[in-house]
């Protein structure tokens, strides 16, 4: 498995930025301690997505922290991007690792304990548990698992030992520390991060968070 560093995660979605430049915020996110960030677009046509994801890769140069294409595997081979995050209906991970190679980060999407229990035998690096709480970024047809939820999910996540597992969905400053206290690795923001009047400090802010939990979960144990 490759190593990946999911305490904050950023999600980049073009319908999720106040009409800003998505590399920029993209650029700021990272200043401010992001530590992977992942390129979604639902809508955009095939080359818009390449060239957009290309703009990303090249901002990212140089920091560390690597550009992951939500769906797309032919986006993010034209790209050159670091791997693709892939949900349950997406290309399966095993065709997604023979098609990206092994140096490639794949993460998949849990929503249920019975996908916890099938990445155990996928060729995955992490997985993200959603959705946690009620979000306005993605129409989601099943109500939010919560917190009790995400532990069910974890707890068998952990079982099948296959890299970090992070959560998503409704994750803001308010509600971060709870999310790492049930045992996550870290936090997926779309909107709290990219609708933040100052990505880079709420990026901080979101980072100082997640480091606190995560150090209080160490000494706890």
């Known amino acids: 498995m490759n190593q990946v560093d999911l305490r ?13 430049n998505p590399v920029e915020l993209a650029r700021q996110a990272v200043a401010g301690g992001a530590t992977i960030v992942q390129y979604r677009d639902k809508h955009a046509d095939g ?27 032919d986006v993010a081979l034209a790209a ?9 209906d997406d290309m399966h991970p095993e065709d997604a690792r023979a098609l990206l190679g ?5 993460g998949v999407t849990l929503k249920t304990p019975e996908q916890a229990d099938a990445m155990a035998n996928m060729p995955v690096d992490y997985g993200c ?44 400053a308010s509600n971060a520390q709870a999310v790492i206290a049930a045992g996550a690795d870290g936090i997926a923001i779309i909107s709290a991060l990219f609708m933040a009047a ?14 606190r939990a995560l150090t209080s979960q160490e000494n706890f144990a």
């Open 8 to 20: 904050l995660y950023g999600i980049v979605d073009p319908e999720r930025t106040g009409s800003r």
């Open 47 to 73: 080359r818009h997505l390449v060239e957009l994801a290309r703009d990303l890769k090249a901002a990212l140069e140089g920091t560390g922290v690597p550009l992951l294409i939500n769906d797309r595997v």
């Open 80 to 88: 050159k991007a670091d791997g693709v995050h892939l949900g349950q």
């Open 102 to 106: 092994r140096c490639a980060i794949i």
């Open 129 to 172: 548990v959603g959705g946690v709480f009620a979000t306005v970024s993605k129409n989601n047809p099943d109500p939010p698992i919560g917190l009790d939820g995400l532990r069910k999910v974890l707890s068998r996540a952990r079982l099948a030992n296959r890299g970090p597992v992070g959560a998503i969905a409704g994750i803001d």
């Open 198 to 211: 100052d990505p880079q400090a709420e990026a901080r802010r979101l980072r100082d968070i997640v480091d």
